[in-house]
């Protein structure tokens, strides 16, 4: 009976072949995920859980023999953070398929060695890499993220924890790098209708998740994902539908109680508990700008002059965000962010927001100089030039810009944090905000490039505005501020 109830649900054929295991009712929630996407039910699906709260023993070991056990002609590519890693998990599927129980429950499926009774004796392959199902084209291959599995697809692809430490998460380059692992290696070995399961605590929101829910967000025809998110205390944020706990509710409370959670949090601070305990990563707070500078106004001085700045993306969806930010300078010196657009849009789109936006800020009597920055190369000018032809009629300038964005930030840095930079009210405050402050830690630059830029372009020409980086001399172009 026991082996029959092995053979249809990943949870059963778990404690079948391994006595020992304590469940817990988040280990039957994510069973019931995991034999969704054996089925083909679930063919994407992310699962957020804490540290050492039983992910690996059902994702990297006892999944991927109860899949073999199921199908034996699955192709399987099963990725951890290093090949020591992936190596082991390898060794410890092997050892549950060896098993006297696994026999019992999946007969059909074996491993070439000295219990294996066959013809074809030596043709099977069978080390810590990869190996083979005797009779049947099932194939289990191992890696660290990053190295080479070109060679063969898969139709199950699992990356259980791809990041290894805080020190990796935090670096750019790491996932940079792990980002281009996973688009030009990883994904494109999955086969026509291949599940891909993805499953980690979460060190930083621009991980390989955030990364890959940001493209699904922003693009209908990417990868859309079916997540789990089981925090270690319950908050209430983005719910799943399966999680029976009240707010500030332990997962597992006989391991891992309100008091030892307390203690753990206690030991490695709120920014990283925020991630990898309750899966809610965000951008640590940066040296560069604090939330105490920003004060609101309901609006700027009348007589202000302004200037809108476009940092313009290369890539729609998923890549980088695009972003004008109007930027306010009064008679008194002080400084006014009045409003940000944004957005990851193609190119046609972006386009067509920034003309929309430009006639929205030329409508009543305090007209806004547009600058938008010219990438350098053939390019960066061909882009410049459309969209300077496309805004006719309006006060518009590319911008050539030189040096490192942190040399041209410095100015506008300053004024925020002596008080003079005050922001308009309204509903891209916040992310405005969680930008600048999370500099350098953050993804993505662009709304605090194109304030630098703004604010740049106000003071260049001085306190009397002088000429203003080919704009010409102010008399000339007064009408244009009236």
């Not at 002080?334 to 430009?358: C, H, K, M, N, P």
Request: proline share 4%; hydrophobic share 35%.
């Amino acid at each position: 009976m026991r082996a029959e109830l092995a053979r249809r649900h990943v949870l059963d054929f778990t404690r079948w072949t391994k006595e020992d295991y304590e469940t817990n009712w988040h280990h039957a929630v994510l069973c019931a995920y995991l034999d969704r996407m054996v089925t083909g039910d679930l063919r994407r699906l992310m699962v957020f859980m804490p540290p050492r709260h039983g992910k690996s023993e059902l994702v990297s070991r006892r999944l991927p023999a109860y899949i073999l056990g199921r199908l034996p002609d699955a192709s399987i590519i099963a990725c951890s953070y290093s090949a020591d890693l992936a190596q082991r998990m390898n060794r410890d599927v092997q050892r549950i398929v060896d098993g006297e129980r696994y026999a019992e429950t999946f007969p059909g499926t074996r491993l070439y060695g000295a219990n294996v009774r066959t013809v074809s004796q030596g043709s099977y392959l069978r080390n810590s890499d990869i190996f083979e199902v005797v009779g049947h084209r099932g194939v289990y291959r191992s890696a660290g993220v990053g190295g080479g599995i070109t060679g063969m697809g898969f139709e199950f692809g699992i990356i259980d924890d791809p990041i290894k430490n805080r020190e990796e998460a935090e670096s750019l380059t790491y996932r940079e790098s792990l980002w281009d692992w996973y688009t030009s290696t990883f994904r494109t070995r999955a086969e026509k209708d291949a599940r891909i399961l993805i499953t980690l605590t979460r060190w930083n929101e621009d991980d390989l998740a955030g990364r890959l829910l940001n493209l699904a967000k922003g693009d209908p025809d990417a990868d859309q994902w079916t997540v789990l998110r089981l925090p270690a205390l319950f908050d209430g944020l983005d719910p799943s539908p399966d999680d029976p706990r009240q707010m500030d509710e332990p997962l597992w409370p006989n391991k891992y109680g309100p008091q030892a959670l307390a203690g753990i949090r206690a030991a490695i601070g709120g920014y990283q508990w925020q991630g990898l305990y309750q899966q809610s990563p965000a951008a640590r707070e940066g040296n560069r700008f604090k939330r105490a500078w920003f004060k609101f106004v309901d609006a700027a001085p009348a007589d202000a002059r302004r200037v809108r700045y476009w940092d313009k993306a290369g890539t729609e969806a998923g890549g980088k965000y695009s972003a004008g930010v109007k930027v306010a300078k009064s008679g008194e010196g002080l400084f006014y962010v009045e409003d940000v657009t944004r957005g990851q849009w193609s190119a046609l789109e972006r386009e067509r927001v920034i003309e929309q936006t430009a006639d929205l800020d030329d409508r009543g009597p305090h007209k806004t100089i547009i600058y938008h920055e010219q990438e350098p190369g053939s390019g960066g000018k061909e882009s410049a030039e459309a969209t300077t032809r496309r805004l006719a009629g309006h006060a518009v300038y590319a911008d050539k810009v030189t040096g490192s964005k942190d040399i041209r930030l410095d100015p506008f840095q300053a004024q925020c944090e002596a008080g003079n930079v005050y922001l308009v009210r309204g509903p891209w405050n916040e992310a405005f905000i969680e930008e600048l402050c999370a500099i350098p830690n953050g993804r993505f630059r662009d709304q605090s490039d194109a304030a630098g830029g703004a604010f740049n372009k106000l003071t260049e020409g001085g306190s009397d505005w002088g000429d203003v980086a080919g704009l010409g001399r102010v008399e000339e172009y007064s009408s244009r501020w009236k």
